[in-house]
């Protein structure tokens, strides 16, 4: 149960820093923040009852947009270190 409270709690304070964040139009740095709200959900659906395999997909496809996503940027702003970064 302690353990619980503190995923949750560490959970809302990330949300909160990309809340932060996103308000300041620093958009870059917030599409990785939503990571802890992409695993979670996927431990809520796989605690749930729905297939490990599901939530695996899901993560992958987000960390192959994420990284689609920044290489984009790096190529539009002409900056080579951003775009090996994805």
């Known amino acids: 149960m ?13 949300l909160g ?5 996103s308000r300041r139009q620093h958009t870059g740095p917030a ?4 990571a802890p ?5 996927a431990y809520v659906a796989v605690a749930s009852g ?13 960390v192959l947009l994420l ?4 290489i984009r940027s790096g190529i539009r702003h002409g900056r080579l270190g ?3 970064g994805g």
Not at 17 to 21: E, H, P
Not at 31 to 34: D, F, I, S
């Open 37 to 41: 709200g992409v695993a979670a959900l």
């Open 2 to 14: 302690p353990a619980d409270v503190l995923a949750i709690g560490l959970l809302a304070v990330t």
């Open 67 to 70: 990284g689609v996503g920044t």
């Open 50 to 62: 729905a297939s490990a395999d599901v939530a695996m997909l899901v993560f992958n496809v987000y």
């Open 82 to 84: 951003i775009m090996n």
């Open 31 to 34: 599409r990785c923040g939503v």
């Open 17 to 21: 820093f990309l809340v932060r964040r």
